[in-house]
């Protein structure tokens, strides 16, 4: 049985990967903005099978609140050994070229409140000696592109964060995974129109169970992103600058 | 989430579609009319909005209690059937009354009170629900259930989505003893053998049914396969695979024609030798044989199909009957198969409930424009006649007239619509 933090546990994503948690019996604790969703999903998962359902509520630029939650975590689930990070904002890139506070607020949810999550549950997870953390980031952070830098360069960040903990973590026997999610038909995607290449929630959930269970470092979902970003990574700067992306 | 029917007929040029998330969430809010959609089951236009909005319900899909002692579940409207089985099953429970596919919702099959092979013993969905949420545009919500707001219940039931959304509901499952059915299958020659062997089978059988090759004539009109249930005692046997086959793509054509069709029927009449036949099923091909192939609807291509489903009063079934099999296989149009069943006599529990005590045939047709319609009409003489009525879940081109005779009691429904809610089928029948 796992014991699960999952922040941002209102996502489409976080809730269709808990879904898969829950049918085998883990215990999760939920933390969220919205206390009313978090309730009615924590009483889904007890149906579908969740030994243990706990929830908070938390903004996650609200940094002096984490420790406060992550101990609630804790505390609720007699122990703590996984990890899931899957807040986030699809950063509007206008909006972001325009104007520095919606930068700084775009970096604070993407970027910089990960990190700070990651922190204390990092050294937590090493002083115990055990643990998952699992980060859902983008294949938009492989390669800033014109339409979408802001987010992109956030969850760049991000991946780099991770590989950076991953290789520290590495010896105390905790596994550090990064995600990579290509197009997901979720609420943040509401708005774009959906073709051949978007894949569901559940889908990507199933994959994210997988690679946590595996300890994996990073895995792209679906899988054949990993080709398009090798593609993509591998275009020479003198070409790209050219394209429109 | 499309936004289109499963008969892929009509096609709504322009609809707007707004997903529900949150069951404590007031509704969107929209311009012009809405309507609840659930998983795009009906056939025709109950479930589109050309030219407004869709409220689209799968995004409610929230499980809120099963007490596995009593077995009632508490669920949000968008969970569809196949995800209560996949809860339910293991820990001894089956749905009470379940459509031919799983992969309807919970909202969807109170609203058009679905019924099953058990309508003789079990009724029609709203008898297993205890009550549910209803939430209107105004913003208002009600608990409706056969005690409360009982005016409500009835009205919502088979309400076609036009009184509000359901937003969650109450259901009692059955209890079962496993997955498996025992099955029997009858071959019968004509439809006295046909109301015969339903007649013997009522008290004994859970289920019935029976599917009727409808392009046979003169002498072998009216002959089929009659199969009879019980849900069996736990045993072990093997697990149908997991892997849905699917059609990928709508092929330019379609591939049902009249010589498809008769060799199909002719084929399936006779694949079983015997008259009688013994077999131990799992739940999944018995009820769902259809769900195996993913968008099986896709065959009958670009210009989609329609689905023709009455019910004939008792007195007048089976000359009624026959008059109908006449007409569709005269036509060398209609389905593979057409189903055929004796409705019970429980009471309907909606203002717009299909099922009624008689006999009900279903049936597909390719749509092959005028000489489709024109024939769906020469039906409607014939259940008209009889004092039958045609399923609004399945329907897409029933004039506003024979609805009004199929259903007398229409207009009661009046002061229960909701004056932002509109659909498709119910602007063509009452405009
Ligand atoms: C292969 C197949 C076999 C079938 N067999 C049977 C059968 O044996 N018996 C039978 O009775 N039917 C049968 N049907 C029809 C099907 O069960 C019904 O059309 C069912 O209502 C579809 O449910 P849905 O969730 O797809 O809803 P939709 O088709 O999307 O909507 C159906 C109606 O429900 C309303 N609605 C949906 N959700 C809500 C909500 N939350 N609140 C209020 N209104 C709502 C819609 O406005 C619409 O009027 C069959 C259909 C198929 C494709
Ligand atoms: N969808 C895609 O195509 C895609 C692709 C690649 C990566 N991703 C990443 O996948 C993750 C999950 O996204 P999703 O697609 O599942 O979208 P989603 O359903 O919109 O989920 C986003 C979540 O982030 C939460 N959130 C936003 N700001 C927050 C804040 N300040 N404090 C706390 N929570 C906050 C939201 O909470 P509320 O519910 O309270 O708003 C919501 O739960 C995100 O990290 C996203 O960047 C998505």
Redesign the pocket.
Known sequence: MRRILIIGATSAIAEATAREFAARGDALCLVGRDAGRLAAIAQDLGVRGAVRTATATLDVTDFAAHAGVIDLAERELGGLDTLLVAHGTLTDQAEAEASVDTLRREFDINAISVMALLTPVANRFAKQGFGSIAVISSVAGDRGRMSNYVYGSAKAAVSAFLSGLRQRLQKSGVNVLTIKPGFVDTPMTKDFPKGALWAKPEDVAKGIVKAIDKGRSVVYLPWFWSLIMLVIRNVPEFVFKRVKL | MSGT??GRYPRPAQQHLLM?RDRAAPLPPFSGSA?????????GD??L?DGGT??C??G?DRFIAFDPASGVLRCE??V?LADILDLAVGQGWFLPV????K???????????????NHHVAG??SEHVNG?E??RSDGSRRWCSKTENADWFAA?VA?????????WAELRLQRVRGPWLGCETHRFDNLDEFFALSAASERDYEYTVAWIDCAARGAALGRGHFIRANHAAASDGPRPGRRRLGVPLTPPLSLINGLSLRAFNTLYFHRQRGRVSHALSHYEPYF?P??AIAD??RIYGPRGFL?Y?CVLPPAQAQAGLEELLRRIAASGSGSFLA?LKVFGTRPSAGILS??RPGATL?LDFPNNGQATFALLDALDEVVAGAGGAV????DARLAGERFRQYFPAWNTLEPYLDPR?S?G?WRRVTE
């Open positions: 029917s499963w529900l309507l609840p959609h659930g998983n795009g089951r009906s056939y109950s479930c909005n869709l409220l319900t799968r409610l409207a968008g569809l379940t459509p031919g596919t992969y309807v919702t919970v909202g969807g099959a109170i609203a058009n009170d679905v019924h099953g092979k029609c969905f549910f209803l939430l919502t309400g076609l989505g036009l009184t509000g959304v359901i937003t769902y259809l769900d099986w609807n689905q489903q189903v299909f099922p279903a399923y609004p879940a399945k809610f659909s089928f």
